[in-house]
Nanobody, 125 residues
Framework: VQLQAFGGGLVQAGGSLRLSCAASGRTSNIYAVGWFRQTPGEEREFVAAMYWRGSGTLYGNSVKGRFTISRDNVGNTAYLQMNSLKPEDTAVYYC???????????????????WGQGTLVTVSS
């Protein structure tokens, strides 16, 4: 499975941005897809995740009510809609995919088997 994340950029506080994560290869092996973010010197932080098939989403506490994860079932693309952005949302955002037949914990970065390159989101105050 290969993942390509894009859509980052510069946005003012209070604005919105949508990130995309295009999956290719053996996407039938994907159990869940997640978004994480990281700032220099910090650990990778869980943002949101969803099951590749069916419903079910999970969000980190800092983004609940502002971010929405979704998936385009036809195009094998996952999205992260980010609204009401804050300067503290500034980070490099990564998408990741978790393999089927593995434990179901969606939050830890170590649970994910494939990673896309990061895309930088900068929120100005």
């Amino acid at each position: 499975v290969q993942l390509q994340a894009f859509g980052g950029g510069l946005v003012q506080a209070g604005g919105s941005l949508r990130l995309s994560c295009a999956a290719s290869g053996r996407t039938s092996n994907i159990y869940a897809v997640g978004w994480f973010r990281q700032t220099p010197g910090e650990e990778r932080e869980f943002v949101a995740a969803m099951y590749w098939r069916g419903s079910g989403t999970l969000y980190g506490n800092s983004v609940k009510g502002r971010f929405t994860i979704s998936r385009d079932n036809v195009g094998n693309t996952a999205y992260l809609q980010m609204n009401s952005l804050k300067p503290e949302d500034t980070a490099v955002y990564y998408c990741a995919a978790k393999r089927i037949f593995t434990p179901s914990d969606l939050a830890p970065p170590a649970s994910y088997h494939w990673w896309g390159q990061g895309t930088l989101v900068t929120v100005s105050s």
